[in-house]
């Protein structure tokens, strides 16, 4: 098993609906999560970070974490055509003094206007 | 500020050729990574340094490939006898802390694109 999973998609959705990505990861003993943007050609762009379970709004954009079902969300509502990027899943791995972190393969996201 | 710089951004290598790839990381950032991303992918990780310790090299995909950052700044990854399976983009990040905050994050450079021929 992966540490981190994402459908990769691609996930294609009409300009002003709701995108929802998903992610699963596999220990338990993760306590921080981010979601990536990265455009074609550039690189991972930090847009939230969570480690509460519930839900947490920045915006559009609103991470949901689940540490009892080891389940991350992002929603971006109203999605726009500049939204289209491939979106990254990061989780820590928790070892003794480090900051070590996976990524999952990331899901692409177009949003058609 | 300066952000996370590497370089070369492109190289292209004959397969059987050794390369250095170079990270400058944002000042005073503790803790530094190598990710190796392929078309399509996400990033896969390749090691971890925290200063000039390297203490996660477990991504390392073969004994080709060796990393270091012997001043606790700058960082180099080198390949050695570079094949094709090793084209990729090779992205450094840095982070400013050392032990695990929960709202650390990793600010990357723009990436080496490597294309081995």
């Known amino acids: 098993q992966k540490e981190v999973e994402q459908n990769s998609g691609p996930l294609s959705v009409p300009e002003g609906a709701i995108a929802s990505l998903n992610c699963t990861y596999s220990d338990r003993g993760s306590q921080s999560f981010f979601w990536y943007r990265q455009y074609s050609g550039k690189s991972p762009e930090l847009i939230m970070f969570i480690y509460s379970n519930g839900d947490k709004e920045d915006g559009r954009f609103t991470a949901q974490l689940n540490k009892a079902s080891q389940y991350v969300s992002l929603l971006i509502r109203d999605s726009q055509p500049s939204d289209s990027a491939t979106y990254l899943c990061?989780?820590?791995?928790?070892?003794?003094?480090?900051?070590?972190?996976?990524f999952g393969a990331g899901t692409r996201l177009t949003v058609k206007p | 500020g300066a952000g996370v710089s590497q370089s070369p951004r492109y190289k292209v290598a004959k397969r059987g050729q050794d390369v250095a790839l170079r990270c400058d990381p944002i000042s005073g950032h503790v803790s530094l990574f190598w990710y190796q991303q392929a078309l399509g992918q996400g990033p896969e990780f390749l090691t971890y340094?925290?200063?000039?310790?390297?203490?996660?090299k477990s991504g390392l995909p073969s004994d080709r490939f060796f990393a270091e950052r012997p001043e606790g700044s700058v960082s180099t990854l080198k390949i050695q006898r570079t094949q094709q399976e090793d084209s990729a983009v090779y992205l450094c990040a840095s982070m400013p802390a050392a032990r695990r905050e929960i709202d650390n994050e990793q600010f990357f450079g723009p990436g080496t694109r490597l294309t081995v021929l």
């Open positions: 340094f925290q200063n000039e310790a390297q203490l996660d």
């Open positions: 990061a989780v820590d791995i928790p070892l003794q003094n480090n900051n070590d972190m996976r």
